[in-house]
C-alpha cells in the first residue's frame, strides 16, 4: 500500500510570489492535515481537511490556504510569500476525522530567497 | 492552549544499552491520544507508538515501549537494545480537539554510537 506522498520535493520561489505544494493521502484515507517545521518554530499545526471542507486551521494568516479534491488529495497554497515562510511543509492523513493516528509524507522543502 | 515539552535537546546512548526520552504535556481535553514519532534525516515522520489516555496499560512496540503517567501528565518513550537507525529525531505529540490536530513537543534529537 503506498504511503502518503508529496510534491514538489524542494520548491524555491522568491518573495512576493506564490507557492502550490500537493499531497495525496493514503488510499481509503478522507482527512488530510498540514504541518509546517520551521527552524526554531518547531511542528505547527497549519491546516485540516476532510470530506473536501477545511475543518480548522491553526494560527496562520489567511494568504495560507488550500482545498481538498474529491478524490482527497489536497494542494497548499501559500500566496506573497515572505522569507519566514521557509520552511518543511509536512502532509499527513488519517483514515477519518474521528481516528486519531495520522501518517505523514516526506514533506516539501520551500525555500524562499 | 495545548503544550508539549520535551526537556531534553539532545541525548546520545550505545548500541545496544537502553535510553528513555522524556515528555510532558498539559491538555483540557478529557479524551487524547499521545504519539512519539521518529524523524531520521530523510526527513520522513514515522509513526513509533501511539498511547490511548483512556488506557492505563502502557503501550508496547517491540523494543519501543512507553510509562504513561496520566496524573503526571507524562509520556516517556523507552527504547531497549538501540540501534544505530533508531539515530534520529524524536517527538511527543498530543491530540486536540475535534478532528484530533497533533501538538508537537520540540523534539529530541537521539545518537545511537556504535
Known amino acids: 500500500e503506498a504511503g502518503v506522498t508529496q510534491s514538489p520535493t524542494h520548491l524555491i520561489k522568491t518573495r512576493g510570489q506564490q507557492a502550490t505544494l500537493r499531497c495525496s493521502p493514503i488510499?481509503?484515507?478522507?482527512?488530510v492535515y498540514w504541518y509546517q517545521q520551521a527552524l526554531g518554530l518547531g511542528l505547527q499545526f497549519l491546516l485540516w481537511?476532510?470530506?473536501?471542507?477545511?475543518?480548522n486551521r491553526g494560527n496562520f494568516p489567511p494568504r495560507f490556504s488550500g482545498r481538498q479534491f474529491p478524490n482527497y488529495s489536497s494542494e497548499l497554497n501559500v500566496n506573497a510569500l515572505e522569507l519566514e515562510d521557509s520552511a518543511l511543509y509536512l502532509c499527513?492523513?488519517?483514515?477519518?476525522?474521528?481516528?486519531?493516528?495520522?501518517?505523514f509524507g516526506p514533506g516539501t522543502r520551500l525555500t524562499v530567497l | 492552549a495545548q503544550t508539549v515539552t520535551q526537556s531534553q535537546p539532545e541525548m546520545s546512548v550505545q548500541e545496544a544499552e537502553t535510553v528513555t526520552l522524556s515528555c510532558t504535556y498539559d491538555?483540557?481535553?478529557?479524551?487524547?491520544?499521545l504519539f512519539w514519532y521518529k524523524q531520521p534525516p530523510s526527513r520522513q515522520m514515522i509513526l513509533v507508538i501511539r498511547?490511548?489516555?483512556?488506557?492505563?496499560q502502557n503501550a508496547t512496540e517491540n523494543r519501543f515501549s512507553v510509562n504513561f503517567q496520566k496524573a503526571a501528565k507524562s509520556f516517556s518513550l523507552k527504547i531497549s537494545d538501540s540501534q544505530l537507525g533508531d539515530t534520529a529525531m524524536y517527538f511527543c505529540?498530543?491530540?486536540?480537539?475535534?478532528?484530533?490536530?497533533?501538538?508537537f513537543g520540540g523534539g529530541t534529537r537521539l545518537m545511537v554510537k556504535p
Open positions: 499527513a492523513s488519517s483514515p477519518g476525522s474521528l481516528t486519531d493516528t495520522q501518517y
Open positions: 488510499s481509503g484515507h478522507t482527512s
Open positions: 481537511y476532510d470530506e473536501g471542507e477545511e475543518r
Open positions: 491538555t483540557s481535553e478529557s479524551n487524547y491520544y
Open positions: 498511547q490511548e489516555a483512556y488506557k492505563q
Open positions: 505529540a498530543c491530540t486536540e480537539g475535534a478532528g484530533n490536530m497533533l501538538t
